[in-house]
C-alpha cells in the first residue's frame, strides 16, 4: 500500500468505531470481562477519542504534514510492540505511528487489554488492500528489527538489556500533575476532575498530584470532584479506596476526602489509586522551574500547562515521554 491508500484505511477505521457495530460491541464487552477497570463509560471515551482526534481526515492530514513520509515505503521493518493495559488501547498510538509508516508489526497486548486491539487490528487487516502490511498478534517477540516497549520501572530494565541490540523506544513510569492559583472556576475544577478520575487515574496522563498556593481552600475542589462519586461504587476502586484510608487513619495522618477520593499532602508526584497528592507553594514559578525536565512528568494542567480537561485528550503529536515515535520509525 502507498500512504494514500493507508490513510483511506484509517479513516475507514475511524468510521468503523463511531458506528460501534455488534462486532465492535462484542470486542467491548470481551475487555470488561477481562479487565474489570475497563468499564464502559471509560472504554467508549477512549474509542470516540481515537476515532475523532486520531483517523479522521483532518487530524491526520496536519499530523502527516509535519513530516517527509514517502507514498511508498522501500524498505519495510518488522516492528515488535510490546503493549501496556493500563487504559483500554494505551498501544493504539504506536500501533497507529507503525502502520502509518508502511511498516509491518507484530504486536504483543498486555493480558489486561487484548480483546480491543486484537480486534481493531484484525478489522483493519481483514480489509482489502491491507494484507500487504501485515498486523501478527504475537505471545513472544521474535525477529523483530525494531521494538517499542511500554512498562513500569522494573520491567523497563529487562527491556533494554533484551532489545539493547536493535533500535527501540523503551518508555517507564509517568505520571502528571496541575498547578492551581485558587481562582479556578466550578467549571474548570470539574474539568479538572476529568484529569484525576478518567480511568480511574490509571494513565500517565491522570492528573496524581495538585500545587496550590498556601492558604488554599480545598472546599470548592471537592465539591466540583463529587462529579464522580459514582466510581466509590466500583468494587475495586472502593477496595483500594478503603486500604488507603485504613493507612492513613492507622498512621494518624491527616487527609481530606469527599468520600470519591483521598487528598494528602505528600511531596511524590506518584499517588495510589483513589489518593491525590497536593504541595502547598509561595511562588507558581518556582514550582515549574522544579518540574522542568523531570522525566517523571508526562504532562502538566493549569497554569501555563494545558487547560483543565485536556490532559487525557492527547493529540496525535503528543507523544510519551516527549520520544516522537514517528520520526523514530521514518528513520530506521
Known amino acids: 500500500m502507498n500512504l494514500q491508500q493507508r490513510l483511506v484505511l484509517l479513516r475507514r477505521l475511524g468510521e468503523y468505531i463511531l458506528a460501534n457495530g455488534p462486532a465492535l460491541d462484542k470486542a467491548k464487552q470481551s475487555a470488561y470481562a477481562e479487565n474489570p477497570w475497563f468499564i464502559p463509560e471509560f472504554i467508549d471515551f477512549q474509542l470516540n477519542h481515537i476515532a475523532n482526534a486520531f483517523l479522521s481526515p483532518e487530524p491526520l492530514a496536519a499530523w502527516i504534514s509535519r513530516y517527509n513520509l514517502p507514498e511508498n515505503n522501500p524498505s519495510p521493518k518488522n516492528i515488535g510492540i510490546v503493549m501496556a493495559g493500563n487504559i483500554p488501547l494505551a498501544g493504539f498510538h504506536d500501533f497507529l505511528c ?37 498486523i501478527a498478534i504475537a505471545e513472544m517477540l521474535k525477529d523483530c528489527d525494531a521494538y517499542i516497549a511500554v512498562g513500569s520501572n522494573n520491567s523497563g530494565r529487562y527491556f533494554d538489556y533484551y532489545f539493547s541490540k536493535y533500535p527501540h523506544i523503551i518508555r517507564r513510569n509517568r505520571s502528571s500533575a496541575a498547578i492551581l492559583t485558587g481562582n479556578e472556576t466550578r467549571e474548570e475544577l470539574e474539568r479538572l476532575a476529568d484529569d484525576v478520575y478518567l480511568y480511574f487515574g490509571l494513565g500517565c496522563r491522570n492528573i496524581t498530584k495538585i500545587y496550590v498556593p498556601a492558604g488554599y481552600d480545598f472546599l470548592p475542589l471537592l465539591e466540583a470532584f463529587k462529579k464522580y462519586d459514582r ?76 487547560p483543565f480537561g485536556e490532559a487525557q485528550l492527547p493529540r496525535l503529536n503528543d507523544y510519551a515521554d516527549k520520544t516522537d515515535t514517528l520520526q523514530f520509525l521514518l528513520e530506521l
Not at 103 to 119: N, V, Y
Open 231 to 306: 466510581l466509590a461504587e466500583h468494587h475495586k476502586y472502593k477496595n483500594n479506596y478503603d486500604y488507603q484510608l485504613a493507612i492513613l487513619i492507622v498512621n494518624k495522618m491527616y487527609y481530606m476526602t469527599n468520600g470519591s477520593i483521598l487528598l494528602q499532602e505528600n511531596q511524590s508526584l506518584f499517588s495510589p489509586i483513589s489518593q491525590l497528592h497536593y504541595e502547598f507553594y509561595e511562588d507558581a514559578r518556582t514550582v515549574e522551574q522544579s518540574l522542568e525536565g523531570n522525566t517523571d512528568l508526562q504532562c502538566l494542567v493549569g497554569r501555563n500547562g494545558l
Open 98 to 134: 507503525a502502520f502509518i509508516t508502511g511498516h509491518r508489526q507484530t504486536i504483543k497486548p498486555s493480558s489486561k487489554d487484548a480483546a480491543l486491539i486484537t480486534h481493531l487490528a484484525r478489522t483493519l487487516s481483514g480489509w482489502e488492500g491491507a494484507a500487504d502490511q501485515p
